[in-house]
């Protein structure tokens, strides 16, 4: 465990590792996928259940302090490929996000909501033009008075050539919106802390693939 011990008229915070009895660190992932094929609609459905978290311990000042941080989703699923003409596919589901330290009173427990999508579209002439978006919500909180919202939009505008289509050019623009800002909520040792962090936002890429590929059986390499 780690022990801060911060000296409030300095402003300077020091710290220790020692060893805790009596509580153990906890992390812990679950996600169940349960997909269905709906004949009549000719498109795959289901939904997605997922809960993930980490429980730790550490001292301030020589007080003992407990972080929780967890999240739980419930999504629904939609997909349908048809050969040669289109691939979609979308999940959505609200979620409830806990982060919490017993050394502060107040909490950062609040509502979310996730959602991405994709969509490629093939027409003629080996050109393809793919899309995908993820949006995120989450609710304000005891701490943070502001909802956030983000909408993350890629798009890629590819054509392939020869006849084993082992050349590519693709044109593609990542975070089209502009919205990407490098966001997180985290409970950390004793302190519940809302980031933006810098992070590469919206950019064009034109590129030239090129799919190295092994005869006799051999396995193929990019």
Same mark, same amino acid.
């Given at each position: 465990?780690?022990?801060?011990?911060?000296?409030?008229? &300095?402003g300077?915070?020091?710290?220790?590792?020692?060893n805790? *009895?009596g509580?153990?660190p906890?992390?812990y992932? =679950?996600?169940i996928?349960?997909r269905?094929k709906v004949q009549?609609?000719?498109?795959n459905a289901?939904?997605n259940l997922?809960?993930?978290?980490?429980?730790y311990?550490s001292?301030?000042?020589d007080?003992v302090n407990r &972080?929780?941080s967890s999240s739980?989703i419930?999504q629904?699923?939609?997909?349908?490929?048809?050969?040669?003409?289109?691939?979609?596919?979308?999940n959505a589901g609200?979620g409830?996000?806990?982060?919490q330290?017993? =050394?502060?009173?107040?909490n950062?427990n609040?509502k979310s909501?996730?959602?991405d999508g994709?969509?490629t579209?093939?027409?003629?002439?080996k050109?393809q033009?793919?899309? *995908?978006a993820q949006?995120t919500y989450l609710?304000?909180?005891?701490?943070?008075?502001?909802?956030f919202h983000?909408v993350?939009?890629n798009?890629?505008?590819?054509?392939?050539?020869?006849?084993k289509e082992?050349?590519?050019?693709?044109?593609?623009?990542?975070?089209l919106?502009?919205q990407? &800002?490098?966001?997180n909520?985290?409970a950390?040792?004793n302190?519940?802390?809302?980031?933006?962090e810098?992070t590469?936002?919206?950019?064009i890429k034109?590129?030239?693939?090129?799919?190295?590929t092994h005869?006799?059986g051999?396995?193929?390499?990019?």
């Open positions: 465990m780690t022990n801060v011990r911060y000296d409030h008229l &300095t300077q915070a020091a710290y220790q590792s020692s805790f *009895d509580e153990k906890t992390d992932r =679950l996600s996928n349960v269905r009549k609609l000719g498109m289901g939904f997922y809960a993930y978290g980490n429980l311990y001292f301030s000042n007080v &972080t929780k739980y419930v629904g699923t939609i997909s349908k490929s048809v050969e040669d003409k289109f691939d979609i596919y979308l609200p409830y996000v806990v982060s330290s017993s =050394l502060q009173s107040a950062n609040g909501f996730n959602a994709g969509l579209i093939y027409f003629p002439g050109i033009f793919s899309s *995908d949006y609710a304000k909180t005891q701490i943070f008075d502001r909802s983000q993350l939009l798009a890629t505008l590819a054509r392939k050539f020869f006849k082992n050349l590519q050019l693709a044109l593609s623009g990542n975070d919106l502009n990407n &800002t490098g966001f909520r985290v950390n040792y302190v519940i802390q809302q980031t933006q810098s590469i936002r919206r950019y034109l590129a030239v693939i090129w799919n190295f005869e006799g051999a396995s193929g390499q990019n």
